[in-house]
């Protein structure tokens, strides 16, 4: 499990250092309200996006859900983004695929915790709707196949370096 992050991590780094080249100068970083339909509770998104050509975006995201009858999750996304399209100038509209790390905690009365992490594939839709030359508003709705499958959807807000 850890050679496959330290992989993929490598594989992200690698795509910057090639996007840097690009000289396209369009980061991202985003804050999202969420609803996860697995544990069927609400939560927040912090990402930062990295836009590497007029189609190709990466993305690393945290999510975090808040706690619910003494379980929570946290999850690490490393998502490759398509922009198929640009309905009008302030629009884009993308899908997403890639894999989340899910973290999961379950606590009782005392100390005792149960965790477990669980690998898991990202298929999504989004979009982005430019504000102002700064700020986005960025919907997204992603889909998490894993041994227990659940939606994420979410609306953010992301501010453009």
């Not at 609400?42 to 007029?54: H, M, R």
């Not at 995201?61 to 198929?84: E, M, P, Q, S, W």
Request: hydrophobic share 40%; glycine share 8%; aromatic share 14%.
């Amino acid at each position: 499990m850890k050679k496959n992050l330290l992989l993929l991590v490598a594989l992200l780094l690698t795509t910057s250092v090639f996007a840097q080249k690009v000289e396209l100068n369009q980061f991202r970083v985003g804050f999202a309200s969420v609803y996860d339909t697995g544990m069927n509770n609400p939560g927040y998104a912090l990402n930062g996006i990295y836009a590497v050509d007029e189609h190709w975006e990466t993305e690393i995201a945290f999510t975090h859900i808040f706690k619910k009858k003494k379980r929570g999750n946290n999850v690490l996304d490393f998502n490759a983004r398509y922009v198929f399209m640009h309905p009008a100038d302030e629009w884009s509209v993308y899908a997403l695929g890639g894999m989340g790390f899910n973290f999961l905690r379950v606590t009782d009365d005392g100390d005792d915790f149960y965790t477990d992490t669980r690998l898991g594939l990202n298929l999504g839709l989004g979009a982005n709707y430019t504000i102002d030359d700064k700020l986005s508003l960025a919907p997204q709705l992603c889909y998490t196949i894993s041994e227990n499958s659940y939606y994420r959807i979410g609306v953010g807000i992301q501010y453009h370096f």
